[in-house]
């Protein structure tokens, strides 16, 4: 998948693409069936989103609301058979366009495409003037096509982040994975931590969390995809969320336990997908308590991991 982040003097090459436009956070079963609706046969399949996401630049200090960082949705695109990410750097000046200077300048002039899918509630441009509606106008002005995709319900209604965010805050990651159409992740780079896992039996890989919506703290099951590098591939674990009462910290840290693995992750990146949720975090009367408790977890993990 290529990856384009302007939509000024791009390659003809990389242009006349069919593209869905949208945040597409979490990339749930809506954001796929908008990305359905755009493949076509004779032409590229595209995306077309924006980083940073609006509402941190609207509102920066709200609460960390984001499902997926940038590296985790351009992972799960390149899944989805996407072969261009149009991910254009989103400012107030890029805001400030009018929905048909928008159209004009970074759709038609920027990224010449041919077809655009948006999602029936999509609002774009200055005010949030333009919608899907006003977009299908513009495009039989400025000549290409416009597709608006009604919303996909789930039990509970139209399946959205915000209920996404509501079960994975409760613990409740397969109500979640039902909405997504895929289990939940969380993709980053290993980093250097404390090293306290290794002494006690459990090495870990420590993954940051920061602007990311928080699943429920506590311990998973979880499916690891290790991306690159000699140990590519994918391994069942167990992974810690929280904030390791046992050792007086209370900044959310993210430690992953690959079963039956043995090398360095550092610097590598994975993505870690939520299976099950186990039990709550907890602080132990003692290292060996801790370490009773993480056999019970991993036996546990690996048998739910064993179903398939």
Not at 11 to 23: E, H, I, R, T, Y
Not at 117 to 138: M, N, Y
Not at 202 to 211: C, Q, R, S
Request: hydrophobic share 40%; net charge negative; charged share 25%.
């Amino acid at each position: 998948m290529q990856i384009i982040t302007t939509w000024t003097d791009i390659d003809p090459a990389l242009k006349g693409a069919s593209v869905a436009m949208g945040n597409f956070d979490g990339v749930h079963r809506g954001h796929q069936a908008v990305i359905d609706a755009a493949r076509r046969p004779d032409v590229p399949l595209g995306v077309i989103t924006f980083e940073p996401h609006p509402r941190q630049v609207f509102a920066p200090d709200a609460p960390p609301f984001r499902l997926m960082n940038a590296e985790a949705r351009q992972n799960r695109l390149a899944k989805l058979g996407v072969s261009r990410l149009y991910e254009l750097p989103f400012t107030r000046d890029l805001a400030g366009l009018t929905p048909e200077d928008f159209t004009r300048e970074v759709l038609v002039e920027g990224l010449g495409i041919t077809h655009v899918v948006v999602g029936a509630d999509f609002q774009f441009g200055k005010g949030r003037a333009g919608t899907a509606a006003v977009l299908q106008e513009l495009g039989r002005r400025f000549g290409f096509d416009v597709t608006n995709q009604p919303l996909v319900g789930g039990e509970d209604g139209a399946i959205s982040s915000t209920a996404i965010r509501t079960a994975l805050a409760e613990g409740r990651v397969q109500d979640a994975a039902d909405m997504l159409g895929h289990y939940h992740r969380i993709d980053g780079e290993v980093l250097h931590g404390e090293k306290r896992g290794r002494a006690l039996g459990y090495p870990t890989a420590n993954m940051a969390v920061e602007g990311l919506h928080l699943p429920r703290l506590g311990v998973y099951a979880v499916k690891v995809e290790v991306l690159g590098g000699p140990h590519r591939g994918f391994y069942d674990g167990v992974a810690s969320l929280g904030v390791r009462p046992m050792f007086g910290e209370n900044k959310p840290n993210f430690e992953v336990h690959l079963f039956d693995f043995a090398g360095d992750l550092y610097g590598q990146h994975l993505s870690v997908a939520l299976v099950e949720y186990l039990r709550p975090e907890a602080k132990f009367d003692g290292l060996q308590a801790l370490i009773e408790q993480m056999d019970a977890d991993s036996e546990r993990a690996r048998a739910i991991l064993a179903r398939g």
